[in-house]
């Protein structure tokens, strides 16, 4: 006799049906629509990008250094007396 063979389970369709469950996670809400519109998008609120939120922002990690370098530049030289 061959062994039975059990039917596949879709596990996260059984973990959304389920009520006791709850959602994975509940995005925050916010008054403004545009961020209201990144946050359930998962994307960043400086630049809208998906693959990655504000904290983790190369554009804003480029546009700081370029800042901070710009700054270093401007201050004026002390004189030597």
């Known amino acids: 006799m061959a062994p039975a063979v059990q039917p596949a389970v879709n596990l996260a369709a059984s ?5 006791a469950a709850g959602p994975a996670y509940a995005r925050p809400t916010y008054s403004d629509p545009r961020r209201q519109a990144l946050s359930n998008q998962g994307a960043c609120f ?4 998906k693959d990655h939120f504000a904290k983790d922002c190369p554009i804003k990690a480029k546009t700081d250094k370029v800042l901070l370098i710009q700054e270093d530049s401007a201050e004026p030289e002390k004189e030597e007396p």
């Not at 400086?46 to 990008?49: D, F, H, I, V």
Request: proline share 11%.
């Open 15 to 19: 973990r959304a049906a389920s009520p």
């Open 46 to 49: 400086l630049y809208g990008q």
